[in-house]
Nanobody
Framework: QVQLVESGGGLVQPGGSLRLSCAASTNIASIYAMGWYRQAPGKQRELVAVITSGRSTNYLDSVKGRFTISRDNAKNTVYLEMNNLKPEDTAVYYC????????????WGQGTQVTVSS
């Protein structure tokens, strides 16, 4: 069973920065897409950013220009660099790894809390 372990969450003031890390127990070069999702209280989980094995990226409109996703296949780790954080970014952030087609593998981490508040 593949394990994804997130770290790097915490409390930060508006305008601040955090870097989330997702360490995988497998060779992430074999995983088609690695992504970060978030879920705020009372809201549905949403895709924040995704990076494919070909290093194509896609972002939620509200984080474009502020967040950057990257992957280090040698370290089996995916990162989410978050800058200029806003209170509305407050959520539990989850790491995900999935296959290319529906019904393929789909791995999830346990999540890390990000709180943006003064």
């Amino acid at each position: 069973q593949v394990q994804l372990v997130e770290s790097g969450g915490g409390l930060v003031q508006p305008g601040g920065s955090l870097r989330l890390s997702c360490a995988a127990s497998t060779n992430i070069a074999s995983i088609y897409a690695m992504g970060w999702y978030r879920q705020a209280p009372g809201k549905q989980r949403e895709l924040v950013a995704v990076i494919t094995s070909g290093r194509s990226t896609n972002y939620l409109d509200s984080v474009k220009g502020r967040f950057t996703i990257s992957r280090d296949n040698a370290k089996n780790t995916v990162y989410l660099e978050m800058n200029n954080l806003k209170p509305e970014d407050t959520a539990v952030y989850y790491c995900n790894g999935r296959g290319r087609y529906p019904g393929a593998y789909d791995y999830w981490g346990q999540g890390t809390q990000v709180t943006v508040s003064s």
